[in-house]
């Protein structure tokens, strides 16, 4: 059993598209992030949900929406799509927030706008 | 705020060789630490974490990692190096009372048979 799962793995749009990325998670754990990596493959966070509740919230454009409808699952709603967002993003999950804890990784969406 | 550097973009190493993959810190507090890999098309998987005690932490595939306060170092070494080590490597640091990681630029580690 996959203990984070992204849909989909790959995802090719043209630029001004709206796009979503769904996560979900069986480890039972009661946070989940949103990370991006970047081509030189930075990695940097932009969400974190706790419990369903919005606990980080980076810098990032309006455009990304995050939404959780229950701790089991974080998706990943984007409007607009511009040129620069083409990357890979990853979704991750702990057992709690603001701890110790070790964070599991998704396989990955590879995001291409055109 | 916290950040992490790893100096090295690549590490080339022998085949059963020592490795070391470097990693400095700065936090306001007392910092945790962690080290993750990441395979080719793959996501970040969990190595190694030092949140208090023994500076000698040990994780998986062999790997440890020394936490230096002092040095405000935490390097990820092997004792011999296999193929399948070679991978990108990331170094993280999570400051106490924050909730966010920050995760350095990563280190491409290169095993030569």
């Known amino acids: 059993d996959t203990a984070v799962s992204q849909t989909p793995k790959y995802l090719v749009t043209q630029m001004g598209n709206d796009k979503s990325i769904k996560c979900e998670q069986n480890?039972?754990?009661?946070?989940m992030y949103w990370y991006k990596q970047d081509s030189k493959k930075f990695l940097k966070i932009m969400f974190s949900?706790?419990?369903?509740?919005?606990?980080i919230n980076e810098t990032v454009p309006n455009r990304f929406s995050p939404k959780s409808p229950d701790k089991a699952h974080l998706n990943l709603h984007i409007n607009s799509l511009e040129l620069g967002d083409s990357a890979v993003y990853f979704c991750?999950?702990?057992?709690?927030?603001?701890?110790?804890?070790?964070?599991?990784f998704g396989p990955g969406t590879r995001l291409t706008v055109l | 705020a916290q950040s992490v550097a790893q100096p090295e973009d690549q590490v080339n190493v022998a085949e059963g060789n020592p490795l070391t993959v470097k990693c400095t810190y700065s936090?306001?507090?007392?910092?945790?630490l962690f080290w993750y890999v990441q395979y080719p098309n793959r996501g970040l998987q969990f190595l190694l974490k030092?949140?208090?005690?023994?500076?000698l932490v040990k994780g998986s595939y062999g790997f440890e990692a020394e936490f230096n306060k002092s040095q405000t170092s935490f390097h990820l070494k092997k004792p011999s190096a296999l193929v399948s080590d070679s991978a990108l490597y990331f170094c993280?640091?999570?400051?106490?009372?924050?909730?966010?990681?920050?995760f350095g630029k990563g280190t491409r580690l290169h095993i030569l048979p």
């Open positions: 991750a999950s702990s057992q709690m927030a603001g701890g110790t804890d070790t964070q599991y």
């Open positions: 480890l039972g754990h009661d946070t």
């Open positions: 949900y706790n419990n369903k509740e919005l606990i």
């Open positions: 936090v306001s507090g007392n910092p945790y």
């Open positions: 030092y949140i208090t005690g023994d500076n």
């Open positions: 993280a640091v999570r400051d106490i009372g924050d909730d966010k990681i920050i």
